[in-house]
């Protein structure tokens, strides 16, 4: 089954010849009219060496306020300044004057707008409807940017003409900005796709116009601001409604929320997990504890996969399942599909396995929330030796929180380890969780999140770590326990590895 018969377009050509035309489209105000034509386009201004001849919007902000390098935009290759109106200091005025004039000589456009995002989400939806490339949206509360990468490492990457939203830029900022950035030749697009409030998806598929829809999961993630599971359930379900009815929405059939949002697509829906019920079922995943893999097999269409996933996590299976079902819809071989997956590699902090001193660690500092954190306690407790878990809070979890963390504490108390270090108060509620479950109070140990008590819990950990125990590192990403797995490597290997 696959989505479309004929081969997509692909991207290329510029995005406008004047400034005229980018007035057009935008209906920014016209100051220059320049004659240099543009293509892609950035947000800061350091990055447009890497870009010549890109467009330069220039936003206010609460670091920096981008209006105060429109000539440095303009010495570094921009063809075009878009400049968002608003409160100016005398230094942002003199700057937007001065760059006006420099502009005039270089054939540089400027254009003014009181709203930059809402002109670069119109650049960007008009260059998207240029091309009929295929766009798989990825949403999900958790594993949103590893599926992502997955799908996109699956159809080919690069060498077949796939690009993706790099990082996790995923918002009305990053999605836009990815779109007007694919390169040239680009055939296949995977948008990852995040949100806050109600309403955000909807927005990115209108920009991005997906005909595959994957979500991956719904948590209490970001809570504290969307509101309830059942707000987040509902904002999730939007990509999925902007599916057209010759798409496909591939659902988590293990998580109820995403199972509940088949019946809001017109699009031919997917089911991928461990249920008997999924269309694309993971038989099993099993770790390799000698070179931290995960060999994991589906069954698709009566045919089974395997996948050598160079990944250490049960977890990670589900992203690799729906990397291969994308790879079916869109007529990819899947057992092609499935080697390549043997090459994947996740961003830095997203649970990397690391070796130091003979103890491993699993590096899964980035970010957290309850099903990813309860994901990463099941890996470790298939671990051999002795074990450890370096837990931070979860942030935004709204009036989740709390018992969200009790629930990761008692799920700690279920990994037998031999010790739980817990980092700042916000996580207090993950050692009363421990406790509560049986956990004994010198098996538990309570540190600040500072510097001081975070070499106190690499003091501790390489004390008492031997060849072949493991380590879990995790917490949401302002705990910033990256910061432990340096002093880790400290500790255990004389040095950051």
């Given at each position: 089954?696959?989505?479309?018969?004929?081969?997509?377009?692909?991207?290329?050509?510029?995005?406008a010849?004047?400034?005229?035309e980018?007035?057009?489209i935008?209906?920014a105000?016209?100051?220059?009219?320049?004659?240099?034509?543009?293509?892609?386009?950035?947000?800061?201004?350091?990055?447009?060496?890497?870009?010549?001849?890109?467009?330069?919007?220039?936003?206010?902000?609460?670091?920096?306020?981008?209006?105060?390098?429109?000539?440095?935009?303009?010495?570094?290759?921009?063809?075009?300044?878009?400049?968002q109106?608003?409160?100016?200091?005398?230094?942002?005025?003199?700057?937007?004057?001065?760059?006006?004039?420099?502009?005039?000589?270089?054939?540089?456009s400027?254009?003014?707008?009181?709203?930059?995002?809402?002109?670069?989400?119109?650049?960007?939806?008009?260059?998207?409807?240029?091309?009929?490339?295929?766009?798989?949206?990825?949403?999900?509360?958790?594993?949103?940017?590893?599926?992502?990468?997955?799908?996109?490492?699956?159809?080919?990457?690069?060498?077949?003409?796939?690009?993706?939203?790099?990082?996790?830029?995923?918002?009305?900022?990053?999605?836009?900005?990815?779109?007007?950035?694919?390169?040239?030749?680009?055939?296949?697009?995977?948008?990852?796709?995040?949100?806050?409030?109600?309403?955000?998806?909807?927005?990115l598929?209108?920009?991005?116009?997906?005909?595959?829809?994957?979500?991956?999961?719904?948590?209490?993630?970001?809570?504290?601001?969307?509101?309830?599971?059942?707000?987040?359930?509902?904002?999730?379900?939007?990509?999925?409604?902007?599916?057209?009815?010759?798409?496909?929405?591939?659902?988590?059939?293990?998580?109820?929320r995403?199972?509940?949002?088949?019946?809001?697509?017109?699009?031919?829906?997917?089911?991928?997990?461990?249920?008997?019920?999924?269309?694309?079922?993971?038989?099993?995943?099993?770790?390799?504890?000698?070179?931290?893999?995960?060999?994991?097999?589906?069954?698709?269409?009566?045919?089974?996969?395997?996948?050598?996933?160079?990944?250490?996590?049960?977890?990670?299976?589900?992203?690799?399942?729906?990397?291969?079902?994308?790879?079916?819809?869109?007529?990819?071989?899947?057992?092609?599909?499935?080697?390549?997956?043997?090459?994947?590699?996740?961003?830095?902090?997203?649970?990397?396995?690391?070796?130091?001193?003979?103890?491993?660690?699993?590096?899964?500092?980035?970010?957290?929330?309850?099903?990813?954190?309860?994901?990463?306690?099941?890996?470790?407790?298939?671990?051999?030796?002795?074990?450890?878990?370096?837990?931070?809070?979860?942030?935004?979890?709204?009036?989740?929180?709390?018992?969200?963390?009790?629930?990761?504490?008692?799920?700690?108390?279920?990994?037998?380890?031999?010790?739980?270090?817990?980092?700042?108060?916000?996580?207090?509620?993950?050692?009363?969780?421990?406790?509560?479950?049986?956990?004994?109070?010198?098996?538990?140990?309570?540190?600040?999140?500072?510097?001081?008590?975070?070499?106190?819990?690499?003091g501790?950990?390489?004390?008492?770590?031997?060849?072949?125990?493991?380590?879990?590192?995790k917490?949401?990403?302002?705990?910033?326990?990256?910061?432990?797995v340096?002093?880790?490597?400290?500790?255990?290997?004389?040095?950051?590895?």
């Open positions: 089954m696959s989505v479309a018969t004929v081969r997509p377009s692909r991207v290329g050509g510029y995005l010849t004047t400034g005229a980018l007035a057009a935008t209906g105000e016209l100051l220059v009219d320049g004659t240099l034509p543009v293509r892609g386009a950035r947000v800061d201004s350091r990055r447009l060496a890497e870009q010549p001849g890109a467009l330069f919007l220039a936003l206010p902000g609460a670091q920096t306020d981008g209006r105060l390098h429109l000539s440095a935009a303009i010495n570094a290759g921009a063809h075009a300044l878009i400049i109106s608003g409160a100016e200091g005398e230094a942002v005025s003199q700057e937007i004057r001065s760059a006006q004039e420099r502009a005039l000589e270089h054939g540089v400027v254009l003014q707008t009181p709203d930059g995002p809402r002109a670069l989400a119109q650049l960007a939806a008009h260059w998207r409807a240029r091309f009929d490339i295929e766009v798989t949206g990825v949403t999900g509360s958790v594993g949103k940017t590893t599926t992502k990468e997955a799908i996109r490492v699956a159809l080919g990457g690069a060498d077949a003409h796939v690009a993706a939203t790099p990082g996790n830029a995923n918002n009305e900022i990053g999605l836009p900005l990815a779109l007007l950035n694919m390169p040239d030749e680009t055939e296949r697009f995977v948008a990852e796709m995040g949100m806050y409030v109600g309403g955000e998806i909807r927005s598929c209108t920009l991005a116009r997906p005909r595959i829809g994957v979500v991956t999961a719904i948590d209490a993630v970001h809570a504290e601001r969307a509101g309830d599971l059942d707000a987040i359930e509902a904002a999730k379900g939007e990509l999925v409604e902007e599916l057209p009815a010759d798409g496909f929405a591939l659902l988590a059939a293990d998580d109820p995403v199972l509940r949002l088949r019946v809001r697509t017109a699009a031919h829906v997917i089911l991928v997990g461990n249920s008997e019920v999924s269309d694309i079922r993971i038989l099993s995943a099993e770790l390799d504890q000698v070179s931290a893999r995960t060999a994991v097999v589906l069954s698709i269409g009566g045919e089974k996969i395997a996948i050598d996933l160079p990944l250490f996590g049960v977890h990670f299976a589900r992203a690799a399942a729906f990397a291969v079902g994308v790879a079916q819809v869109c007529g990819v071989d899947l057992h092609q599909a499935a080697e390549r997956l043997s090459t994947f590699e996740l961003p830095g902090g997203r649970t990397s396995v690391q070796t130091v001193g003979g103890v491993r660690i699993i590096d899964d500092s980035y970010n957290a929330a309850p099903s990813s954190m309860a994901a990463a306690l099941a890996t470790l407790g298939t671990s051999r030796g002795a074990r450890f878990a370096a837990l931070g809070a979860m942030g935004e979890l709204g009036s989740y929180s709390a018992e969200a963390h009790l629930a990761i504490g008692r799920a700690a108390a279920e990994s037998d380890l031999t010790a739980l270090l817990v980092f700042g108060s916000e996580a207090d509620g993950i050692a009363e969780g421990a406790r509560s479950a049986g956990m004994t109070v010198d098996q538990i140990v309570r540190l600040s999140a500072d510097e001081g008590g975070i070499a106190a819990g690499a501790l950990i390489a004390d008492r770590a031997r060849t072949g125990d493991t380590v879990l590192i917490a949401s990403r302002a705990v910033a326990l990256e910061r432990l340096k002093a880790l490597h400290e500790r255990l290997n004389g040095g950051v590895a």
